[in-house]
Nanobody, 128 residues
Framework: QVQLVESGGGLVQAGGSLRLSCAAS????????MGWFRQAPGKEREFVAA????????NYADSVKGRFTTSRDNAKNTVYLRMSSLKPEDTAVYYC?????????????????????WGQGTQVTVSS
């Protein structure tokens, strides 16, 4: 399995921006679809964004569309989540996750159970 480490979280005012990074090791992520999830206290882990192995297929939760952008640099074995126009309700621990690509799969997973590898998470706190 690939090992994942998130970074870039922190405290930001509403309306601000942050960029999260997810650095992979152990295997190249060029054969993995990658996802971003978040979990607020007392809530279920929820889907935020996903990007396919080649970076040309994207999916976003409705709550972040137009504000968040995910991208990847396979040469650096890193995936990114650029978050703009942040709101207090974006406060959560953010996780990146990976699942090996399957040639016949034409869609991106949006549920945590479909992903095999997870990072430890990074806290994002948005103050009002």
């Amino acid at each position: 399995q690939v090992q994942l480490v998130e970074s870039g979280g922190g405290l930001v005012q509403a309306g601000g921006s942050l960029r999260l990074s997810c650095a992979a090791s152990g295997r190249t992520i060029s054969t993995y679809d990658m996802g971003w999830f978040r979990q607020a206290p007392g809530k279920e882990r929820e889907f935020v964004a996903a990007i396919n192995w080649g970076g040309y297929k994207l999916n976003y939760a409705d709550s972040v569309k137009g504000r968040f952008t995910t991208s990847r640099d396979n040469a650096k074995n890193t995936v990114y989540l650029r978050m703009s126009s942040l709101k207090p309700e974006d406060t959560a621990v953010y996780y990146c996750a990976a699942v090996e690509r399957v040639a016949s799969r034409t869609f991106l997973f949006t549920t945590p159970a479909e992903y095999d590898s997870w990072g430890q998470g990074t806290q994002v706190t948005v103050s009002s």
